[in-house]
């Protein structure tokens, strides 16, 4: 059974920092687009960052770029995602997720297109 699980949220300070990681069990990830997803409440569950399995194509939303950056060991099964600069729109429950498909086009900005979740961190920054 495949397991994705995250780590690492919690309350921060506006400007302050995070890093969440995200272990994948049950499968390995190497080849697989990892994604880190949000969702705020009422919203919808929106893409961050994603990154290709040889971790050399890197996709950020325009309200990250410059402060989140994501990476991945594939020798230990695990994606991250280190968030810098952090401000109160931030504060979301994010998700990673794994596409077992190619990076191609920006399908990996779609959740219809990952085949596995997390269970969510809480990631809250206050003002």
């Known amino acids: 059974q495949v397991q994705l699980v995250e780590s690492g949220g919690g309350l921060v300070h506006a400007g302050g920092s995070l890093r969440l990681s995200c272990a994948a069990s049950?499968?390995?990830?190497?080849?697989?687009?990892m994604g880190w997803f949000r969702q705020a409440p009422g919203a919808e569950r929106d893409i961050v960052a994603a990154?290709?399995?040889?971790?050399?194509?890197?996709y950020y939303a325009d309200s990250v770029k410059g402060r989140f950056t994501i990476s991945r060991d594939n020798a230990k099964n695990t994606a991250y995602l280190q968030m810098n600069s952090l401000k109160p729109e931030d504060t979301a429950v994010y998700y990673c997720?794994?596409?077992?498909?190619?990076?191609?086009?920006?399908?990996?900005?779609?959740?219809?297109?990952?085949?596995?979740w997390g269970q969510g961190t809480q990631v809250t920054v206050s003002s």
């Open positions: 990154i290709s399995g040889s971790g050399g194509s890197t």
């Open positions: 049950g499968r390995i990830i190497s080849s697989d687009v």
């Open positions: 997720a794994a596409d077992r498909g190619p990076w191609l086009g920006r399908s990996y900005v779609s959740v219809r297109n990952y085949d596995y």
